[in-house]
């Protein structure tokens, strides 16, 4: 059985995915594998890759980002690379209230 602690981490985590995909694309256009691994870095947790692109391919349906592919100059194969959208921002930022206002209410 797993703690209310590890719980809180996965729904905090895992769970919201897409506004650390979301906040990563903000700094410039990544591919889904490079995401994975910013997200590891940067948020020092890791992302089941499955997830990662199930979680990219909703949002890019969604209008929260987009992609294209890229040729690579070094002979390897083309990349599909995210870009954040003015919605996809719009939706960070409201993420991100959303949380801080949680925040704030639970510190009373």
């Known amino acids: 059985m797993t703690s209310p602690m590890e719980r809180l981490k996965n729904k905090i ?5 897409w ?3 979301l906040r990563l694309l903000k700094e ?4 889904a594998y490079e995401l994975k691994e910013r997200i ?3 948020f020092n947790f890791e992302p089941a890759t499955v997830s ?4 990219l391919y909703k949002l890019e ?5 987009t992609a294209e592919w890229q040729e690579s100059e070094t002979g390897k194969p083309s990349r599909k690379y995210y870009r954040l959208t003015p919605e ?19 510190k009373g």
């Open 28 to 31: 410039r256009p990544m591919y």
């Open 19 to 21: 506004l650390y995909i």
């Open 61 to 65: 349906k969604d209008g929260y980002v």
């Open 52 to 55: 990662s692109y199930v979680v």
């Open 40 to 42: 590891k870095e940067a």
């Open 13 to 17: 985590t895992k769970e919201v995915l």
């Open 88 to 106: 996809g921002e719009k939706l960070l930022e409201e993420g991100l209230a959303f949380l801080e206002m949680m925040l704030s209410k639970l």
